[in-house]
């Protein structure tokens, strides 16, 4: 059976990851898999994070039906370092259980090109473990700031307060094995260098 191969999408706040994902996804067909969006899933009832939660940070975080109102859950978490960490030491175990799983689904199904993980914390959580490689996604910070502003309604200030709880550039840089820039206002500018990234890195 071939083994398809793992590739990590990471950078910081802003740095347009989900356009380089859809581009993934479009033109190459890839599995995406977010780890955001793997996290909300195991917080739903009856799901592996949920009962712990529950009872780390308790039942007024719940929402009327039962769900986990993620706004409540996080205005508990991060009033402290310590609460941050008793949260992200229940979810993010789960989350790389999770994630295991399902790269062994995709591999014995066979029909993906490759698969890709993306979330901000991939260094953070040590997912060159289980990637084949890390790519960086970077971009320039006027361009971010400005997009953040767009997009979100971000000031300035917001922007560097949380930019300050990332790695920097050279953190990103040195550890990811590829990266691209995303600065450019120009689409195929960043389509260009991924596929170039692809095809020297023998993805595809």
Same mark, same amino acid.
């Given at each position: 059976?071939?083994?398809?191969?793992?590739?990590?999408? !990471?950078?910081?706040?802003?740095?347009?990851?989900? !356009?380089?994902?859809?581009?993934?996804?479009?033109?190459?067909?890839?599995? $995406?898999?977010?780890?955001?969006?793997?996290?909300?899933?195991?917080?739903?009832?009856?799901?592996?994070?949920?009962?712990?939660?529950?009872?780390?940070?308790?039942?007024?975080?719940?929402?009327?039906?039962? !769900?986990? @109102?993620?706004?409540? +859950?996080?205005?508990?978490?991060?009033?402290?370092?310590?609460? $941050?960490?008793? +949260?992200?030491?229940?979810?993010?175990?789960?989350?790389?259980?999770?994630?295991?799983?399902?790269?062994?689904?995709?591999?014995?199904?066979?029909?993906?090109?490759?698969?890709?993980?993306?979330?901000?914390? +991939?260094? @953070?959580?040590?997912?060159?473990?289980?990637? @084949?490689?890390?790519?960086?996604?970077?971009?320039?910070?006027?361009?971010?700031?400005?997009?953040?502003?767009?997009?979100?309604?971000?000031?300035?200030?917001?922007?560097?307060?949380?930019?300050?709880?990332?790695?920097?550039?050279?953190?990103?840089?040195?550890?990811?094995?590829? !990266?691209?820039?995303?600065?450019?206002?120009?689409?195929?500018?960043?389509?260009?260098?991924?596929?170039?990234?692809?095809?020297?890195?023998?993805?595809?």
């Amino acid at each position: 059976m071939r083994r398809i191969k793992v590739l990590g999408i !990471t950078g910081g706040v802003g740095a347009g990851k989900s !356009t380089v994902l859809a581009y993934l996804k479009e033109k190459y067909h890839a599995e $995406v898999l977010q780890l955001d969006e793997a996290a909300h899933r195991l917080m739903e009832p009856g799901e592996r994070c949920y009962d712990k939660i529950v009872a780390a940070f308790g039942r007024n975080i719940l929402a009327p039906d039962g !769900t986990i @109102d993620r706004r409540k +859950l996080y205005q508990k978490a991060f009033v402290s370092e310590e609460q $941050v960490k008793r +949260l992200n030491g229940i979810v993010h175990p789960q989350v790389k259980e999770y994630v295991k799983g399902w790269i062994a689904k995709k591999q014995a199904e066979g029909s993906a090109p490759f698969l890709v993980l993306e979330a901000a914390l +991939l260094l @953070d959580d040590h997912y060159e473990t289980i990637c @084949d490689e890390i790519w960086y996604i970077f971009v320039n910070d006027a361009v971010r700031a400005q997009r953040l502003a767009s997009s979100r309604g971000y000031t300035a200030e917001k922007t560097a307060q949380i930019l300050k709880n990332q790695k920097s550039e050279e953190q990103f840089r040195a550890a990811c094995q590829f !990266t691209v820039d995303n600065s450019s206002d120009f689409l195929e500018n960043t389509y260009e260098q991924i596929d170039k990234g692809l095809k020297e890195h023998e993805f595809v």
